[in-house]
């Protein structure tokens, strides 16, 4: 069997040359994004599958200061699909990727098995190097602060990891219990004073305290709907939007599900204490959120039945991107466009003129034009080798 170092090796060797690029580019203002891809999982029809001989999992970095956007590297890691499109991270200055949500597959035993590492990514180096930092759970989502020097890992046994980073070197600081189940994503504020954690398994948005550095639990939780699962916060600091996936992202839930309505949450940030102010009904598993960084719109990628099988009545082809604008202070709806099948992660791009969605049964990182609130599939598509499963901008 091949080492999976030696293999993360030649890919990034056979990519070094895009890494000098990336330093090129750094001089016009690069809107750096990246994107966790699974090479070893396939949807298919619903059911999940594991192939035999996959190709590796990996980690893209994307500039997107210009349409079309450009994959800049790509690099071998161990990433997953299972939990919340936010499991990867990038810092302002695009010189340290994060990566969570490692996974591997036992062909032998048919079992996942789930790693409690954070692999660091030095994207400075060329090739790049990936090394691993163990935190004692397995890593969900992940959120870098604007300063770059505080990263927060949401992990599955309820607790959240304090990582220092200092140019390349990233350690672990300390270790937050704030919930005895899953989290979920995590994303900070945009003055770095705050984060807001998902309680997937025990509902509800947990408030961190940040100051310089030191990471404390302020007792706050904002009210949300079932399973609050991604987290994004508006470049302005007035708002929060939590995506909440229902019953489908329930530990072990023993029910047959159809495709109902689940919501995304509207939170207030700008003054404390912090609160939930509008609970806004989407489609079937609202996998990922975004809102824009001029705070005007709101992104939501709905599963909306995609994900389940034929012989299911909620079963539908594609899922569905939605659109809402924020007005006086609520989420109102405005487009909506086909998305994709069983698709995860969306952000938008620095200037909110797109969104980005990924499409992981197509293996695709897809694009829409927001257009003054009249969404449209521009039908551009970057190609992938495994299903895109995270995606994150830099701290903005």
Same mark, same amino acid.
């Given at each position: 069997?091949?080492?999976?170092?030696?293999?993360?090796?030649?890919?990034?060797?056979?990519?070094?040359?895009?890494?000098?690029?990336?330093?090129?580019?750094?001089?016009?203002?690069?809107?750096?994004?990246?994107?966790?891809?699974?090479?070893?999982?396939?949807?298919?029809?619903?059911?999940?599958?594991?192939?035999?001989?996959?190709?590796?999992?990996?980690?893209?970095?994307?500039?997107?200061?210009?349409?079309?956007?450009?994959?800049?590297?790509?690099?071998?890691?161990?990433?997953?699909?299972?939990?919340?499109?936010?499991?990867?991270?990038?810092?302002?200055?695009?010189?340290?990727?994060?990566?969570?949500?490692?996974?591997?597959?036992?062909?032998?035993?048919?079992?996942?098995?789930?790693?409690?590492?954070?692999?660091?990514?030095?994207?400075?180096?060329?090739?790049?190097?990936?090394?691993?930092?163990?935190?004692?759970?397995?890593?969900?989502?992940?959120?870098?602060?604007?300063?770059?020097?505080?990263?927060?890992?949401?992990?599955?046994?309820?607790?959240?990891?304090?990582?220092?980073?200092?140019?390349?070197?990233?350690?672990?600081?300390?270790?937050?219990?704030?919930?005895?189940?899953?989290?979920?994503?995590?994303?900070?504020?945009?003055? !770095?004073?705050?984060? =807001?954690? /998902?309680? &997937? +398994?025990? @509902?509800? #948005?947990? %408030?961190?305290?940040?100051?310089? *550095?030191?990471?404390?639990?302020?007792?706050?939780?904002?009210?949300?709907?079932?399973?609050?699962?991604?987290?994004?916060?508006?470049?302005?600091?007035?708002?929060?939007?939590?995506?909440?996936?229902?019953?489908?992202?329930?530990?072990?839930?023993?029910?047959?599900?159809?495709?109902?309505?689940?919501?995304?949450?509207?939170?207030?940030?700008?003054?404390?204490?912090?609160?939930?102010?509008?609970?806004?009904?989407?489609?079937?598993?609202?996998?990922?959120?975004?809102?824009?960084?001029?705070?005007?719109?709101?992104?939501?990628?709905?599963?909306?039945?995609?994900?389940?099988?034929?012989?299911?009545?909620?079963?539908?082809?594609? !899922?569905?991107?939605? =659109?809402? /604008?924020? &007005? +006086?202070? @609520?989420? #109102?709806? %405005?487009?909506?466009?086909?998305? *994709?099948?069983?698709?995860?992660?969306?952000?938008?791009?620095?200037?909110?003129?797109?969104?980005?969605?990924?499409?992981?049964?197509?293996?695709?990182?897809?694009?829409?034009?927001?257009?003054?609130?009249?969404?449209?599939?521009?039908?551009?598509?970057?190609?992938?080798?495994?299903?895109?499963?995270?995606?994150?901008?830099?701290?903005?």
């Amino acid at each position: 069997m091949r080492s999976p170092n030696a293999k993360r090796t030649r890919c990034a060797q056979a990519l070094a040359g895009l890494t000098i690029a990336v330093m090129a580019c750094t001089s016009y203002g690069a809107d750096w994004i990246v994107s966790g891809n699974d090479g070893k999982y396939q949807r298919v029809e619903g059911r999940d599958t594991y192939p035999d001989n996959p190709k590796p999992d990996t980690l893209t970095l994307l500039d997107a200061s210009r349409f079309p956007p450009q994959v800049k590297v790509q690099v071998e890691v161990e990433n997953g699909i299972q939990g919340p499109p936010q499991a990867v991270a990038i810092t302002p200055d695009a010189n340290v990727a994060l990566v969570g949500a490692p996974t591997r597959y036992d062909y032998a035993a048919k079992k996942l098995l789930m790693d409690s590492f954070v692999q660091v990514v030095d994207l400075q180096a060329s090739p790049p190097v990936v090394a691993r930092l163990d935190i004692g759970s397995h890593p969900q989502g992940i959120a870098i602060d604007r300063s770059g020097r505080l990263a927060l890992v949401a992990c599955v046994d309820g607790s959240v990891a304090v990582l220092g980073i200092d140019g390349n070197r990233v350690t672990l600081q300390d270790t937050l219990k704030i919930a005895q189940k899953r989290l979920a994503g995590v994303s900070f504020t945009h003055d !770095g004073r705050h984060a =807001l954690v /998902a309680l &997937r +398994d025990e @509902q509800g #948005v947990a %408030v961190l305290n940040v100051d310089d *550095g030191r990471v404390t639990d302020s007792g706050l939780r904002l009210a949300s709907g079932v399973a609050p699962y991604t987290i994004d916060v508006s470049s302005d600091g007035k708002w929060a939007v939590v995506s909440d996936v229902g019953l489908a992202g329930l530990p072990s839930y023993a029910g047959k599900l159809a495709g109902d309505a689940d919501d995304v949450t509207l939170i207030d940030v700008s003054h404390e204490p912090f609160r939930a102010v509008q609970h806004v009904t989407v489609p079937s598993l609202p996998e990922g959120v975004a809102i824009s960084p001029d705070g005007k719109w709101i992104g939501v990628q709905a599963m909306d039945g995609s994900n389940l099988t034929p012989d299911n009545p909620g079963r539908h082809a594609r !899922g569905k991107v939605v =659109l809402f /604008a924020i &007005r +006086d202070g @609520q989420a #109102v709806k %405005v487009s909506e466009a086909p998305g *994709g099948e069983a698709a995860q992660g969306i952000v938008f791009t620095a200037d909110s003129k797109y969104l980005i969605v990924q499409f992981n049964v197509e293996k695709q990182l897809a694009f829409f034009a927001v257009n003054g609130g009249h969404l449209r599939d521009t039908g551009h598509r970057i190609a992938l080798s495994g299903g895109p499963s995270s995606l994150r901008t830099t701290p903005r």
